[in-house]
T-cell receptor, first 111, second 117 residues
Framework: RKEVEQDPGPFNVPEGATVAFNCTYS??????FFWYRQDCRKEPKLLMS???SGNEDGRFTAQLNRASQYISLLIRDSKLSDSATYLC????????????FGAGTRLFVKA | GAVVSQHPSRVICKSGTSVKIECRSL??????MFWYRQFPKQSLMLMAT?????????EQGVEKDKFLINHASLTLSTLTVTSAHPEDSSFYIC?????????????FGPGTRLTVL
């Protein structure tokens, strides 16, 4: 089982749609959680950190469920510019800090 | 947000040559820098973690003698791909992190696309 698992997609949605991405992690000692977005042939960029209380940034909402070891990202009112790969990222301390990237979920938003 | 630069952005070289890639944190001190490699349509794969002034920690399967990492200052880390071969062609990305790595996010450089002929 992969340490961080994501649905690879692709998700093809029309503009204005709401889309949700899920991510599960296997190590219960995981401490920090993030969503990054990566555009084609570019570096990943931090989208948002994820907290147990849930957090929202404009059209983006992230949730963390530690009991289920599950992270989600909700995008409302999708824009064409949201088309990218969304990476679920988990950090943990296993005698040394380690950051693990999920394989990413590809999103295509179409007009 | 924090800015990380990488140089060069693109390099094409002949098989057998060595290539050095620089990663700089421009507006913060990076206690830890990471080097990743990404093949087309695949996820980022961590190659090594480097802390300023100490030897890098390499991930399993990554040859430390082939991928030389130097983290000489809190703002600069270099990755040298020695005797590059076509299978080393990839997108190499560095990231930098400051302070407590359990809570600090990683800021990525723009990446270096290496093509070995």
């Amino acid at each position: 089982r992969k340490e961080v698992e994501q649905d690879p997609g692709p998700f093809n949605v029309p503009e204005g749609a709401t889309v949700a991405f899920n991510c599960t992690y296997s190590n219960s000692a995981s401490q920090s959680f993030f969503w990054y977005r990566q555009d084609c042939r570019k570096e990943p960029k931090l989208l948002m950190s994820v907290y147990s209380s849930g957090n929202e940034d404009g059209r983006f909402t992230a949730q963390l469920n530690r009991a289920s070891q599950y992270i989600s990202l909700l995008i409302r009112d999708s824009k064409l510019s949201d088309s990218a790969t969304y990476l679920c990222v988990v950090s943990l301390n296993t005698g040394g800090f380690k950051t693990i990237f999920g394989a990413g979920t590809r999103l295509f938003v179409k007009a | 947000g924090a800015v990380v630069s990488q140089h060069p952005s693109r390099v094409i070289c002949k098989s057998g040559t060595s290539v050095k890639i620089e990663c700089r944190s421009l507006d913060f001190q990076a206690t830890t820098m990471f080097w990743y490699r990404q093949f087309p349509k695949q996820s980022l794969m961590l190659m090594a973690t480097s802390n300023e002034g100490s030897k890098a920690t390499y991930e399993q399967g990554v040859e430390k003698d082939k991928f030389l990492i130097n983290h000489a200052s809190l703002t600069l880390s270099t990755l040298t791909v020695t005797s590059a071969h076509p299978e080393d062609s990839s997108f190499y990305i560095c990231s930098a992190q400051g302070g407590d790595p359990s809570t600090d996010t990683q800021y990525f450089g723009p990446g270096t696309r290496l093509t070995v002929l």
